[in-house]
Structure formats: structure tokens, C-alpha cells
């Protein structure tokens, strides 16, 4: 089966950036919309941002501060986030959109802290 891993997380006070990845094995993730998703402490999973072929779709919260892009060459979708905040703390995943079970990768975990 397909796995997708992710990488980039880490501690960033508020304010800060972080770039996630996401990078799958093969390239069958490369012609499906993909979507970034977010854990917080103590609440279900939610997601954040979405990339289809042609566009991009993002949450209210995370309008105008995370970008989701991909690079197909090396099969791989990633998260810019910037302007970080404290809610924004959790273990972020990416997986089809919509989402499938079977494809949750181990996430990585992001902590927005001061």
C-alpha cells in the first residue's frame, strides 16, 4: 500500500514559519487532489488546506498565511505556514482530499509556543 510521510514540524514561537512535506513513494498521489490536516490537542482532525490540479482551497483560519503546493518531479505536497499562532499547535497529516482510510501517514507534530 501507498504511504505517504511527513516531515517539518517542530517548536516555532508565535509569529514564526514552518514548512511542511509531504512525500509519497510513488507518484499515483500526483493526479488526486491532496489536503493537509490538522490534529489539535483534544479534538478531531480537521483539514486545513486542499490542492487540486488546478487550485487551491484553504480554511478561513488558514487564508492568507499557509500556501499547499506540490512538486510532481519529486512526489511531494507541501504546506508553507507562516504568521504561526498558538491554535495552530497540533499533528498535522496530509492524505488524499477527501481524506481516505488506510492513507494517514505518522504526521508531524508542529508546537506554536512562546
Known amino acids: 500500500q501507498a504511504t505517504l510521510v511527513e516531515s517539518g514540524g517542530g517548536l516555532v514561537q508565535p509569529g514564526g514559519s514552518l514548512r511542511l512535506s509531504c512525500t509519497a513513494a510513488?507518484?499515483?498521489?500526483?493526479?488526486?487532489?491532496m489536503g493537509w490536516y490538522q490534529q489539535a490537542p483534544g479534538k478531531q482532525r480537521e483539514a486545513v488546506a486542499f490542492?487540486?490540479?488546478?487550485?487551491?482551497n484553504y480554511t478561513d483560519s488558514a487564508k492568507g498565511r499557509f500556501t499547499i503546493s506540490r512538486d510532481g518531479a519529486k512526489n511531494t505536497v507541501y504546506l508553507q505556514m507562516n504568521n504561526l499562532k498558538p491554535e495552530d499547535t497540533g499533528v498535522y497529516y496530509c492524505?488524499?482530499?477527501?481524506?481516505?482510510?488506510?492513507?494517514w501517514g505518522q504526521g508531524t507534530q508542529v508546537t506554536v509556543s512562546s
Open positions: 510513488t507518484s499515483m498521489f500526483n493526479w488526486v487532489p
Open positions: 492524505n488524499m482530499w477527501p481524506s481516505r482510510s488506510g492513507f
Open positions: 490542492i487540486t490540479i488546478n487550485d487551491a
